[in-house]
């Protein structure tokens, strides 16, 4: 049995966990694919406290999804918490998507995908346009999965080690 809801203040520690987690997983990915430059060292997840993101989570509840410029579900399955999504408006009609990491064992099993429309359904009812998001070139699996949802590639963002 598997749920996506709105993260609450109790899964701070694993939704943080979980961003640092996705973070060095794209280091490890840049490092493996020599043809690419390194990601910088991981170090903006975990600048945000569990306590941080808590306050963040504290601030959604009550409050109506129209209402809320931010939105961050957490994937549940058989009441473990193993999976998040969040997303913000970012101007007026655009969306951007900031990040979604679903646990290694959970993975390939459609919940990326679930997560994916249950975001784009809150940035409908914000009235968004278009929906944003930036993938590292090496990151394959997460290409597919958005351009098997529809998503088209608008830009190249080069990069140089110098
Ligand atoms: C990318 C990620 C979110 C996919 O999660 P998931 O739950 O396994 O995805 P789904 O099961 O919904 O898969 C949907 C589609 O994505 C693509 N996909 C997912 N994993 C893939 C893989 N390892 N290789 C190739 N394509 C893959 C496929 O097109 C798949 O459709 P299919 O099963 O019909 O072939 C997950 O691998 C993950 O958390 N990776 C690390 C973090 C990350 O890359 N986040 C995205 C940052 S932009």
Sequence with gaps: MHKIRRAEPKDA?????????LEEAMFDLHKKNKQTIFAQKPVIASKHSVKDHAEWFAGMDGKKDIDLTHMWYVLEVDGNVVGYINGQLEKENVGHLDSLYILKSYRGKGYATAMVKKIKKWFKLKKVKFIDISVDAPNKPAQKLYEKLGFVKKTHIYGLKV
């Design 13 to 21: 520690k694993q939704v943080r966990q979980m961003s640092i987690d």
